[in-house]
């Protein structure tokens, strides 16, 4: 008996390999050859992304560029926008037909980009296929991104990226299942032949991540204390997330999360937590009758904007300040391994860095470049000046951590945002930091303007515009601290005696034309001189990386696009 039991399962077990065998389809295609991807995946118009066979020429390379996958399991989700559950329903298939064992994806097809780190991590997956263009526009004539997370959570590395790049050059077919769409509404698992889809709560591990690392009875007691707290969604993928631990974990009063619920074109608005974008809630925190504390997240939930009552927080100084106080969360109690920092993010974290003692790490744009050293144990918080700020709790910046983490010391500390602030500044200077962006610019005049300044590098050092005078200056490379790989050409850097300094870079970010980013920086150690304006701080600094670079000759711009 047990014998024909033997016999019936295998002869199960081959029919059902045959029935994939017919259900697998390998289509021809032809490579395009526009797929190279950026600081964080692959991203471009909606439009390029419906040309035929794009998005699945694109997914079978990440596939075609990975080894030891079979069986194994792969997340994947997105933050809601245009074309998100189409998309969703190819990488699915394609999975299957590739010999995926098991697929987790969120609920709608909805995960934000720090949720689909953490459940990589959760679940011990193999990857993830994240679906986002992140702070970017959404609709069917905008923006729409894919990229590949490795197994610890995080970006891919640039050996992985260049790998999918090389194939996606020479691609010419592709595998997927010939089988009816997944229900993305119902959770609970289906079967996609031999591959298991399960269709998991999009909110719930993190929310539980969160709690593990936040003191929320004091948060709690905070809020039902009165205080009030305001967090716009912008429309976009934090909604969900926020809707449930800020109000229903925390207490908050409905309607404190603004915009919650996620569109595939946020609404018509950009879901960019800046102070442009998000000039709304600026201008609520600026009343006199403003809430406490306000916040927002951008599209796909990594970014965060955080403003106090009377005071925008700059990311850099967000960043410094949660560095200073992280210990009074319960999940950092311990002390901070590390620090790591973008290269063109304020100086302030290397002061809180040095008065801890420990590590302070200088990376390229790209949250590709923290996760070995958080891997590796260097770092324990990280963050950009483009409003990205996490930790080791997942791979990824993680926008509603942040806001958690400043609730935390904000219900520790039992004093207002402005006056933790002003204390911070007064203890470790005051770094005045702006970004300058000019957006849309020629992408021959842009390329252009940062060639001239490579040219010009070598004559800088020792030169003097007015009352400055340049100490440095170079084209910044970061050499990794634990894989040892070189990455060369990431911003050009002026840095003047005393402290200020100039850089000038690309963003990879973009999905047409070009963005060039102009980030501006001045110490200034006197508390009596921490209340000007910060453009008139940065004034004659401006002025000189207009000289400098010839902005206005090169690029037609009077005037940058955006200022934060």
């Known amino acids: 008996m047990g014998q024909e039991r033997g016999t019936l399962r295998v002869a199960l077990f081959r029919s059902s390999r045959e029935r994939l065998r017919q259900m697998i389809k390998t289509v021809s295609t032809n490579p395009y050859g526009d797929q190279k991807p950026g600081t964080s995946g692959l991203r471009k118009k909606v439009p390029v992304f419906q040309q035929k066979n794009y998005a699945e020429n694109f997914i079978q390379a990440i596939f075609d560029s990975l080894e030891g996958f079979q069986g194994e399991t792969l997340v994947i989700g997105g933050d809601g926008r245009y074309y998100n559950r189409e998309v969703i329903q190819k990488a699915i298939k394609m999975a299957a037909a590739n010999g995926f064992g098991r697929v987790l994806v969120g609920r709608g097809g909805i995960l934000s980009t720090p949720a689909a780190s953490n459940v990589i991590r959760k679940y011990k ?10 702070h970017n526009p959404g609709g069917p004539t905008e923006d729409f991104g894919i990229k590949y997370n490795v197994g610890n959570g995080g ?5 992985v990226t260049d790998a999918i790049f090389d194939r996606t050059r020479v691609i010419d077919s592709y595998k997927i299942a010939d089988v009816a769409d997944v229900n993305l509404d119902a959770e609970g698992s289906h079967q996609v032949e031999t591959m298991t889809v399960t269709v998991i709560d999009p909110v ?9 690392l936040f003191d929320f009875a004091a948060i ?5 204390g009165g205080f009030r707290v305001v967090f716009d969604a912008m429309s976009a993928v934090t909604g969900p997330y926020a809707k449930e631990i800020i109000e229903k974990r925390l207490g908050a009063p409905k309607g404190s999360v603004m915009n919650f619920i996620p569109l595939p074109d946020f609404g018509g608005h950009h879901p960019d937590p800046n102070l442009v974008h998000a000039r709304a809630l600026y201008e609520t925190m600026m009343a006199p009758d403003a809430p406490d504390f306000g916040a927002a997240s951008d599209g796909d939930g ?5 403003i106090g009552k009377g005071i925008f927080v700059t990311p850099s100084d967000s ?3 949660l560095a200073a106080n992280a210990h009074l969360a319960p999940g950092y109690a311990k002390g901070l391994a590390g620090i790591a920092r973008s290269m063109p993010t304020s100086g302030a974290a290397d002061r809180v860095a040095e008065k801890l003692g420990i590590g302070l790490y200088e990376t390229p744009t790209g949250w590709k470049f923290f996760g070995n050293l958080l891997d590796e144990g260097l770092a324990t918080i990280c963050g950009e000046e483009s409003a990205g700020t996490g930790s080791n709790h997942v791979r990824e910046k993680d926008g509603l951590w942040a806001v958690l983490l400043w609730l935390n010391i904000l219900a520790a500390r039992q004093e207002s ?16 930091y702006s970004r300058h962006d000019y957006e849309g610019v020629d992408s021959d005049a842009a390329n252009g303007l940062i060639a001239a300044l490579r040219d010009k590098l070598a004559g800088l050092p020792g030169k003097g515009f007015g009352p400055l005078t340049v100490e440095t200056a170079d084209d910044f490379s970061y050499n990794d601290p634990v894989d040892k790989s070189v990455s060369n050409n990431q911003g050009i850097r002026i840095l003047f005696k005393g402290g200020s300094r100039v850089v000038f870079r690309l963003s990879g970010t973009g999905t047409s034309g070009a963005t060039l980013r102009v980030y501006i920086e001045r110490f200034e150690p006197d508390p009596a001189g921490h209340d000007l ?16 670079a010839e902005i206005k000759t090169r690029t037609g711009r009077q005037e940058p696009s955006v200022i934060t």
């Open 125 to 134: 997956a193999f990857g993830g296929i994240v679906l986002s263009a992140s």
């Open 302 to 306: 990594d970014r965060n904007l955080i």
């Open 319 to 321: 960043l410094a300040i």
């Open 220 to 224: 709690r007691k905070l809020i039902s």
């Open 533 to 548: 304006d910060t453009q008139a701080a940065l004034a004659d600094l401006i002025a000189v990386a207009d000289n400098i």
């Open 204 to 212: 719930a591990d993190y929310a539980e991540l969160m709690e593990s």
């Open 155 to 159: 970006p891919a590395p640039e050996k």
């Open 417 to 432: 945002a402005l006056d933790i602030v002003r204390q911070h500044w007064s203890t470790y200077g005051r770094n005045y």
